[in-house]
């Protein structure tokens, strides 16, 4: 195994613990990447959802996310890592191979279209592992039930073409490594309340669906 494997093993065996107690503080990320998108979109989302699970699944998170470089060695310090926008995404070489070595070492993305992002996303992962499609998850898929269930899947946070959502999954040797939210807008529903005036019922379903794949990374 890699010396970064063997890294990211210890930190996730560690954050699992913290996760659970008052023992210790993880982080989670934020991912920064290239080709103009806005990848830093949404940006009171992963804090509410940070304050969200450490309230609801009695988490130790620190309450403000890291931003990390898709290129920096610093990315295996983070077991999970949220990634949108509404543009274009473009990896390097050496960004994708870091990237895939960080998911095959136990890392965790997850990837939320804002809209936009589609076309330019799929392009990206194919760099990163060119022998892996997204598959459509079905809705009996362990992430749709963890603390919160969701027996139809993604919830619809914001309407664009009238498509329902849909979630996507990478699958590395029988272990989901990217979670990739579509017609959704998950993150949006995270956001302050007076940035996008969506209803209590619909942010609290967002927020549940975000504890999901936290809670998922801590227990698989």
């Known amino acids: 195994m890699k010396k970064t494997s063997v890294l990211l093993v210890i930190l996730l065996a560690i954050a699992a613990v913290s996760a659970s107690n008052t023992g210790g503080t993880i982080k989670l ?3 920064k ?44 310090n983070l077991p999970f890592i949220h990634m949108t926008g509404h543009g274009n995404v473009v990896f390097s070489t050496d960004e994708a191979r870091n990237l895939r070595q960080y998911l095959e070492a136990g890392g965790f993305l997850h990837i939320d279209d804002n ?31 963890q ?11 914001h309407e664009h073409d009238g498509k329902p959502p849909q979630g996507f ?18 993150g949006d529903g995270w956001e302050d309340p007076d940035v996008h005036n969506d209803p209590p019922d619909v942010r609290e379903k967002a927020l549940k669906m ?8 801590f227990t698989n």
Do not use: H
Request: glycine fraction near 10%; proline fraction near 10%; hydrophobic fraction near 35%.
């Open 147 to 157: 603390r919160f269930g969701f027996a139809n899947g993604l919830p619809k946070i």
């Open 210 to 217: 975000g504890a999901n794949l936290v809670q998922y990374v």
């Open 29 to 31: 990320g934020l991912l």
């Open 169 to 186: 999954g990478l699958i590395y040797q029988g272990r989901l490594v990217v979670f990739y939210s579509y017609e959704c807008d998950l």
């Open 115 to 145: 809209y936009g992002m589609d076309p330019y996303v799929r392009p990206a992962l194919k760099q990163v592992f060119p022998e892996l499609d997204l598959v459509e998850l079905p809705f009996s898929y362990p992430i749709y039930n």
């Open 33 to 76: 990447y290239n080709g103009g998108g806005d990848w830093y979109a949404n940006p009171t989302s992963l804090p509410n959802l940070i304050k969200f699970c450490n309230r609801e699944l009695g988490m130790n998170i620190d309450p403000e996310p890291e931003t990390i470089e898709v290129g920096s060695p610093e990315i295996f």
